[in-house]
């Protein structure tokens, strides 16, 4: 059964790109471990809602983990230039698989396996390249099951590192600073083999549970694992204010958080730039929201197939809503305003964080709900279980920065 995990708004992929290394002569297999979990840090500010109570116990990561399975996957490191340690840790805080890499050259990725819904840790590594010279790398890709670190598939050849959104992998030029990449690919969650190919003509922008979004010189379509076309850009129906001769459609903002079920178009004309935004299912292209121009809609996922768009509807192009996106023969669900200077900060456990000026409140994506407005509690979690505790970032009493678990509303 998949999580119902929140994510929180970052890039959902993890990147530590670099000049990368050769590998080192370290294992790199996936070891199974029975650590205990760490002491509950000091804390002095109070957990925002809906956490509760204690902390629970010291999470072992030294960057912000995500909720796969039953498990917390997160990375941890020492002194600079160590090894990179990826750990598995459980609802009760015991770390139960880990596996290193080196740190200049890998990332990770939550997939969704369209065949049982599981959720893949995708791992990124260096190999050495047999054809390419004594210290000729190759970076792969493989994926490991959340629960017991069991190799899924792996390891597959790819041109870089994660880019996004879902299991796309390009090389990117330069630095990290660049946003410049080279051709990408993007993978099968399910078996790791090539879905779209950059240099076979179409370059892939979006892939969910196997599918994935892409474009060429003249289309803009979805193709299911086997290549296989679900719909293109001409199969859409066009919003009725944009029917006109010389609106374009093309890829709109992408998932703040990784990947969703749902993905947004901008359409433009040459007369007036852009004109709107729309939400499409990706599987059928079936069209969820028509969006005013003013603010380019946010895209989170909600987990179990389901997409929170923060937008601005067009027939109210001052105003901004949250909606939750369950399905396309759903109509979208209004949840409730969103404030011209709050920003989702985060998606945990249903709750959908928004931080306005120097204070954050809630809203319940399932119900519509809004809690109360908060300054002093502590920031926003990043990850949840299901029917688990939930992780944040706090500062110790020490001034040492570190993640914990508090226990949510659904705790057992």
């Given at each position: 059964?998949?999580?119902?995990?929140?994510r929180a708004?970052?890039?959902a992929?993890?990147?530590?790109v670099?000049?990368?290394?050769?590998?080192?002569t370290?294992?790199?297999?996936?070891?199974?471990?029975?650590?205990?979990?760490?002491?509950?840090?000091?804390v002095?500010?109070?957990?925002?809602?809906?956490?509760?109570?204690?902390?629970?116990?010291?999470?072992?990561?030294?960057?912000e983990p995500?909720?796969?399975?039953?498990?917390f996957?997160?990375?941890?490191?020492?002194?600079?230039?160590?090894?990179?340690?990826?750990?598995?840790?459980?609802?009760?805080?015991?770390?139960?698989?880990?596996t290193?890499?080196d740190p200049?050259?890998?990332?990770?990725?939550i997939?969704?396996?369209?065949?049982?819904?599981?959720?893949?840790?995708?791992?990124?590594?260096?190999?050495?390249?047999?054809e390419?010279?004594?210290?000729?790398?190759?970076?792969?890709?493989s994926?490991f099951?959340?629960?017991?670190?069991?190799?899924?598939?792996?390891?597959?050849?790819?041109?870089?590192?994660?880019?996004?959104?879902?299991?796309?992998?390009?090389?990117?030029?330069?630095s990290?600073?660049?946003?410049?990449?080279g051709?990408?690919?993007?993978l099968?969650p399910?078996?790791?083999?090539?879905?779209?190919?950059?240099?076979?003509?179409?370059?892939?922008?979006?892939?969910y549970?196997?599918?994935?979004?892409?474009?060429?010189?003249d289309t803009?379509?979805?193709i299911?694992?086997t290549?296989?076309?679900?719909?293109?850009h001409?199969d859409?129906?066009?919003p009725?204010?944009?029917?006109e001769?010389?609106?374009?459609?093309?890829?709109?903002?992408?998932?703040?958080?990784?990947t969703?079920?749902a993905?947004?178009?901008?359409w433009?004309?040459?007369?007036?730039?852009?004109?709107?935004?729309?939400?499409?299912?990706?599987?059928?292209?079936?069209?969820?929201?028509?969006?005013?121009e003013?603010?380019?809609?946010?895209?989170?996922?909600?987990?179990?197939?389901?997409?929170?768009?923060?937008?601005s509807?067009?027939?109210?192009p001052?105003?901004r809503y949250?909606?939750?996106?369950?399905d396309?023969?759903?109509?979208?669900?209004?949840?409730?305003?969103?404030?011209?200077?709050e920003?989702p900060?985060?998606?945990?456990?249903?709750?959908?964080?928004?931080a306005?000026?120097?204070?954050?409140?809630?809203?319940?994506?399932r119900?519509?709900?809004?809690?109360?407005?908060?300054?002093?509690a502590?920031e926003?979690?990043?990850?949840s279980?299901?029917?688990?505790?939930?992780?944040?970032?706090?500062?110790?009493t020490?001034?040492?920065?570190?993640?914990?678990?508090?226990?949510t509303?659904?705790?057992?």
């Amino acid at each position: 059964m998949p999580s119902n995990a929140g994510r929180a708004v970052v890039l959902a992929v993890t990147l530590l790109v670099g000049a990368c290394a050769p590998p080192g002569t370290e294992d790199a297999a996936v070891r199974l471990v029975d650590d205990p979990a760490l002491p509950p840090p000091e804390v002095s500010v109070s957990p925002p809602p809906p956490l509760r109570g204690e902390p629970l116990w010291t999470a072992p990561f030294t960057s912000e983990p995500k909720a796969a399975g039953s498990m917390f996957i997160g990375m941890s490191q020492g002194a600079t230039g160590d090894r990179l340690r990826f750990l598995a840790v459980d609802a009760e805080g015991r770390t139960r698989w880990a596996t290193e890499r080196d740190p200049e050259c890998t990332g990770f990725a939550i997939a969704h396996d369209p065949r049982d819904g599981s959720e893949p840790v995708v791992l990124l590594d260096k190999e050495k390249d047999p054809e390419g010279g004594l210290l000729a790398t190759v970076t792969t890709a493989s994926a490991f099951d959340p629960d017991d670190g069991g190799r899924v598939w792996g390891p597959v050849d790819v041109p870089g590192t994660l880019v996004g959104p879902g299991l796309i992998f390009a090389a990117v030029q330069g630095s990290v600073m660049s946003d410049r990449t080279g051709p990408k690919v993007a993978l099968d969650p399910a078996t790791g083999s090539v879905i779209a190919d950059e240099e076979r003509g179409e370059t892939p922008l979006h892939e969910y549970r196997g599918m994935v979004l892409t474009r060429s010189a003249d289309t803009l379509r979805t193709i299911d694992s086997t290549g296989g076309t679900l719909w293109e850009h001409t199969d859409l129906e066009i919003p009725p204010l944009w029917e006109e001769p010389g609106v374009r459609v093309g890829p709109g903002p992408r998932p703040t958080d990784g990947t969703t079920a749902a993905v947004a178009l901008e359409w433009t004309s040459e007369a007036d730039g852009i004109l709107g935004y729309s939400v499409h299912d990706l599987a059928t292209g079936h069209l969820l929201l028509t969006l005013a121009e003013s603010r380019p809609p946010v895209l989170l996922d909600a987990g179990r197939g389901r997409t929170v768009v923060v937008a601005s509807p067009v027939d109210e192009p001052e105003s901004r809503y949250a909606f939750r996106l369950d399905d396309a023969r759903e109509a979208p669900v209004r949840l409730g305003r969103v404030g011209d200077d709050e920003r989702p900060r985060a998606l945990v456990a249903s709750t959908l964080y928004l931080a306005g000026e120097g204070s954050y409140r809630t809203l319940d994506v399932r119900t519509g709900a809004t809690g109360e407005e908060w300054r002093d509690a502590g920031e926003p979690p990043v990850a949840s279980l299901e029917n688990g505790p939930a992780i944040m970032g706090v500062e110790t009493t020490d001034r040492t920065r570190v993640f914990t678990a508090l226990a949510t509303d659904r705790t057992r």
